[in-house]
DNA sequence: ATAGGGTTAG
């Protein structure tokens, strides 16, 4: 009998497990016919006295509890109940996990009198098994029938009250435990630990070292696991003074070789800033687990040295999911998407189960390279793993489909999100603003729930993406009525509409204010402020910024050479460049334009074929299209047109059209119309819809008398259906704008400008040459 | 009862 019922029941059990796996992935699926049949079944098997065999017994027991658990998920209270009747009749019914299920079960179908009941009639006067219950309950995810339980206990010890204050705790209910921590009458250290990890666990750092400092006043002595929590609590918010005499403490009381003490206080001298000591707690350790070696990789990628982190993941003894995700999200961070994504392949590949934080790095990366194969296969494996649903996972995912140009596949996800955080928000009307969808976006940002500094600066940064800057300073304005304090990321977005704006004034202003705010010399405020200066034309005000600040990276500097490059300023350019040289700044592409549009404008000739060649023998850098653009016109300018043509026949990359433009362009100056046919024939047939080519042409032809030509030109534009775009400048006297376009003159003082002007050339013509 | 990793904005 016992095979032969071990096979059934096996069966049974089998196809009562499947069907519940079922019933998780689709709730609509309505089992009632499966369970009656499979319930049929069970109880034809039910032979009284054939399951006293011990395998069979067992498969009866689990048969029971699975099919229990099957009642409490699709809430069939009256197959429960009879189950119950069985379970008791058998005398399974106070068996673990028969009796868990019925505590579920009856939770489920909304019975929490039965439930109670028969936890007092199978679990009476035992704390051991009161705590048990508790935990068992709470682990399966009904802490509140956990704690409810707890309140009917009889009694209860030290261990009760941890417990409950724990549970409650892991499941973010912080206010609830602090309440219960409250009501216990009897505090250990134990209980005030778990309280402190509470707070620290749900950002509450704050709370969490008042909560120490209760202890201490208590008369309690902290234990390892304590100080683990004090110091986590303190590089949470920056509490660094309290810190260093808790370190004081851990010495005195010689936890000072605790693992996971150590393992803490790495991480709190890198949230210090203070790699140095965090490598030394490292190299002092005598013992050391995956947690130290993942806080030491942690170290080098703050230090920002990659290579090192790298090498330290090469070489460690062990890793795991964390290790991984601490690569991919620190690859991602660094702008090494690519690598980030190779990493993420090899970390599936190498066995590991991607978690939540690997997904939302690797989401991230795919997104900034804009490679929607790879984001949508990411995000079939977060279905796989059942994620979809994760805050932090589903706002990288909405960034991915939008940066892709896929906001509407974004907004199904938003949509499909129970539980959308301020995050969430945020990303889906940046992804609007990124896709271009104004409309939608500023809807969506008239429908937040709450708004934070971020919120405004998807807004703001939005507008400037969309080149829209007026809207800029009106969204800027709006926030500071709003009541919210602009971050250096605001400013950093406001300044750069105010350089592409005709208005010094407003950026001028801006500057006072980040001088209030403090922020004025901030590595990010500050060199959008060298930019807006240097393109509003006030150089000295940018230059002053500029050497105010106390530290700059390679966009600072590139703000600030490119800015007295195009201000005329050539040879001071060139001299920043050389003084940027001495720091550790290397040149970047950018930088090189700068510089060879310097050089280009003091006739530097040599200077910039040195420059040039500098890039790819001392930099590694390939010089790129606008590079050589930037050489060709270096040569037009210096009247050399001939080099210049030999010049792009001897590139090794296809010349872009302003490459020729360059060239055509000089040849205008220098009056070259036998290069100028050429160059403009090549600029024409690169951009077929652009002006440049045929107006320069036509100004060539018109500096060498060739007036027949120029009609020429003309026409074919006219017949190619091409119109001039004019050009247009501006001036701001007070509140007032005076705009002034190439193909009109229609200012309504326009006599006297121009009457002005005629007297004001001669005087402008020297300087100009 | 613990320590290491996560999303948006420049």
Redesign the pocket.
């Known amino acids: 009998m016992g095979a032969k019922n071990k096979v059934i029941f096996g069966r049974i059990y089998r196809s009562a497990t499947s069907c519940s796996t079922e019933s998780q992935s689709n709730p609509k699926f309505s089992s009632s016919i499966s369970i009656a049949s499979i319930f049929k079944s069970f109880k034809r098997k039910l032979v009284v006295g054939s399951f006293h065999s011990t395998p069979s017994f067992k498969s009866y027991v689990e048969t029971c509890a699975s099919l229990l658990r099957r009642c409490s998920c699709t809430h069939r209270l009256l197959s429960g109940l009879a189950l119950h009747g069985h379970a008791v009749k058998c005398g399974i019914s106070s068996d673990r996990s028969v009796f868990t299920k019925l505590l579920t079960m009856y939770s489920e179908c909304n019975r929490p009198a039965d439930q109670n009941r028969i936890f007092i009639e199978f679990a009476c006067s035992d704390i051991f098994s009161w705590n048990f219950m508790i935990t068992d309950l709470a682990r399966s995810g009904d802490i509140d029938t956990a704690s409810n339980l707890f309140d009917q206990m009889p009694e209860r010890n030290v261990v009760s009250w941890?417990i409950i204050i724990?549970e409650l705790v892991?499941r973010g209910r912080v206010r609830d435990a602090l309440g219960y921590f409250d009501r216990c009458p009897c505090h250990t250290?134990?209980s005030y630990?778990?309280m402190m990890?509470g707070f620290?666990?749900n950002g509450m750092y704050l709370d969490g070292l008042l909560m120490f400092r209760r202890m201490i006043r208590y008369g309690l002595m902290p234990?390892?696991?304590?100080f683990?929590?004090v110091i986590?609590a303190c590089?949470g918010c920056g509490e660094f003074d309290f810190a260093n005499s808790v370190v004081g403490m851990i010495i005195k009381n010689v936890f000072g070789q605790n693992?996971?003490?150590c393992?803490?206080l790495?991480?709190l001298y890198l949230r210090m800033g203070d790699a140095g000591m965090a490598r030394k707690v490292f190299n002092g350790m005598v013992e050391r687990?995956?947690?130290s070696w993942?806080?030491l990789l942690?170290v080098y990628f703050q230090m920002g040295d990659l290579k090192e982190a790298r090498h330290v993941f090469n070489e460690m003894p062990d890793r795991?999911?964390?290790?991984w995700?601490?690569m991919i999200?620190?690859y991602?961070?660094s702008g090494e998407a690519v690598e980030a994504l190779w990493l993420f392949k090899h970390m599936l590949c190498n066995g590991f189960k991607p978690?939540?934080?690997?997904f939302?790095?690797v989401i991230?990366a795919s997104?900034s390279l804009e490679n929607l194969l790879h984001g949508r296969s990411v995000h079939s494996h977060v279905v796989k793993f059942g994620c979809e649903n994760?805050?932090?996972?589903a706002?990288?995912l909405i960034?991915m489909y939008s940066?892709c140009g896929k906001s509407d596949d974004a907004r199904w996800i938003f949509d499909s999100l129970s539980m959308k955080?301020?995050?969430?928000w945020?990303?889906m009307v940046?992804g609007y603003f990124?896709d271009g969808r104004m409309v939608e976006a500023k809807h969506l940002f008239m429908q937040l729930p709450e708004r934070n500094?971020?919120?405004w600066?998807?807004m703001i940064?939005?507008f400037?993406?969309n080149e829209l800057y007026e809207d800029v300073l009106e969204t800027f304005n709006e926030m500071l009525t709003s009541g919210q304090v602009p971050?250096?990321?605001t400013f950093?977005?406001v300044l750069?509409a105010c350089a592409s704006l005709p208005s010094l004034e407003k950026g001028k202003n801006l500057h006072a204010k980040t001088i209030k705010l403090g922020i004025a010399t901030e590595i990010?405020v500050g060199t959008?402020l060298t930019d807006m200066y240097a393109k509003s034309g006030d150089i000295e005000s940018s230059k002053s910024v500029f050497c105010m600040m106390p530290e700059k990276n390679e966009v600072s500097w590139t703000a600030m050479i490119q800015g007295l490059a195009d201000s005329g300023l050539a040879e001071e350019s060139l001299a920043l460049f050389e003084d940027m040289k001495k720091t550790d700044i290397n040149p970047s592409e950018p930088m090189f334009l700068s510089i060879l549009f310097a050089c280009s404008h003091c006739r530097l000739v040599d200077k910039g074929f040195h420059y040039f060649e500098s890039m790819d023998k001392v930099y590694g850098i390939t010089p790129k299209e606008r590079h050589y653009t930037a050489m060709v016109d270096l040569l037009s300018r210096a009247g050399l047109l001939r080099e210049a043509e030999d010049f792009i026949k001897k590139m090794p990359i296809q010349p872009e059209a302003n490459t020729w433009a360059a060239l055509l362009s000089g040849c205008v100056t220098h009056g070259n119309d036998g290069i100028g046919e050429r160059a403009a024939k090549m600029v024409i047939e690169l951009e077929r819809q652009s002006t440049a080519g045929y107006v320069l042409l036509s100004n060539i032809y018109a500096s060498v008398g060739r007036w027949k030509d120029v009609a020429k030109v003309r026409t074919l534009m006219r017949e190619t259906g091409i119109t001039k775009g004019g050009g247009c400048s501006w001036i701001q006297i007070r509140d007032c704008f005076h705009a002034f376009y190439s193909w009109d003159s229609n200012h309504p003082n326009a006599l006297e400008i121009y009457e002005v002007l005629e007297l004001l050339i001669p005087e402008m013509i020297p300087c100009m040459l």
């Open positions: 941890t724990d892991k250290v134990v630990t778990a990890n620290a666990r234990n390892e696991i304590t683990t929590c986590t590089g693992l996971s003490v393992n803490s790495i991480t687990d995956v947690v993942t806080a942690d795991n999911e964390v290790s995700s601490m999200a620190r991602s961070q978690n939540i934080s690997s939302a790095s991230s997104a994760d805050i932090f996972v706002s990288s960034d940066k955080n301020i995050v969430c945020n990303a940046g990124y500094a971020a919120s600066n998807a940064s939005g400037v993406q971050s250096r990321m950093s977005s750069l990010f959008a």
